[in-house]
């Protein structure tokens, strides 16, 4: 058994380190009350991932969320509600009107570990005897004292959120605890906007380093993020060969937009240089003549994902994808404090740094907010993407010149 040392031990929903010979080994308990009430497995050895946080934390949590299935399965037709914000958090999850079950699947994996956070460390607090005072010496705990706010941020997010349904619900004691928790909230620190920004050099490092190591998929990953300004996850997880037509325009509907207002993120792949590399030596487009004129089309007519893992054929898992991203940034020489999800952002700032219109960049980043019908407003984003891509064509050209 190998021993465990503190540096790699993770906190998660119902993960217990248990004493073992000479070392700790991890094991998930699965809560009392629901053990009694019947719910199995009781207990579950962890120990093939206990030198793998990540995999640990993300074990912990897909049980965390077969006991809540498991509840949700009792509570069919019943509602109840005890007074402790453990029961609280059961509702929120479990009840069919919940806004829980409205996330998307990678924001609600994301709830499901705060959720069981918030149920081991203060589920016996009874609502009536919680206030705001509690929620700032809670976020001095849950933000590590002050080192870790974004990880406080999110737990308060997903307190309020419980709370919130319980006035929803009215619940006793939820509307006067809700007050009190938003006005201690105002006035406990947010994570900083980060500041990290990428430059186009540093991208083609980027790319460079992950073609080294046999992984075009992520030299492509990063290109179409940095080029196209998509979301980091819609690249890795949603992105088709659907999504580009004839003409190697890109169309999609990112994620985030998916469940709301359905607009569609447009952007001519022909003016993203980067992406027109990978997709070069991907073998997916071909440059040919028509009417003496040379131009870009799609090889075949591929489908499915357009990034997947070379070990798997599928797509990247996002832990695996970060470590890949780690092995990628430390050979091009990039800060360790640069993320892949700066790429979106550093793409932005790049199109602005080369005197993009604000209007423009929102409409490419899928900001836009009025609506208009389906054409007018897919030719203006077609317009505003190429007026985008060209400045910051532009821009790279006159850096290097210089």
Known sequence: MPEISDKVRVRAPGLRWIRRGAGFAPWWVAPEADRKAGYRPKTAKLSRWANDPMMLA???????????????SRMVGRFRFDGSLRSL??????????????????????????????????????????????????????SSDGRHLAASNMCRAVLLAVVAFGVEARLAGCAELAVS???????????????????????????????????????????????????????????????????????????????????AITYPLTRAPMVVEELVFAGAIRLEQANGIDRYVLADRPVGPMVVCEGTGRPYLASSFREQWRKDRNAAGVPANVWARDLRASGITEGRASGVSTDDAAKVAGHASTKTTAAVYDRATLEAAERFADARAAYRKLKAAK
């Open 181 to 263: 928790l938003r006005a201690a909230n105002r006035n406990l620190p947010n994570p900083k906007r980060r500041e990290s920004v990428i430059t186009a050099e540093q991208v083609v490092a980027l790319r460079a380093a992950a073609h080294a190591d046999k992984r075009p998929s992520s030299a492509l990953a990063y290109a179409l993020v940095y080029e196209t300004t998509m979301r980091l996850w819609d690249v890795i997880l949603g992105m088709q060969w659907e999504d580009i037509d004839a003409n190697l325009v890109m169309r999609h509907v990112p994620s985030k937009t998916s469940t709301k207002t359905g607009l």
């Open 89 to 142: 958090v059961t509702a929120y999850s479990t009840h069919p009107m919940s806004n829980f079950h409205k996330l998307r699947p990678a924001s609600r994996g994301v709830y499901l570990h705060y959720l069981g956070q918030i149920e081991k460390e203060i589920g016996s607090r009874t609502v009536g005897d919680v206030s705001g005072l509690d929620l700032k010496e809670w976020h001095v705990r849950w």
């Open 58 to 72: 993300k074990r912990c949590d897909a049980l965390w969320a077969d006991v809540l299935e498991w509840r949700s």
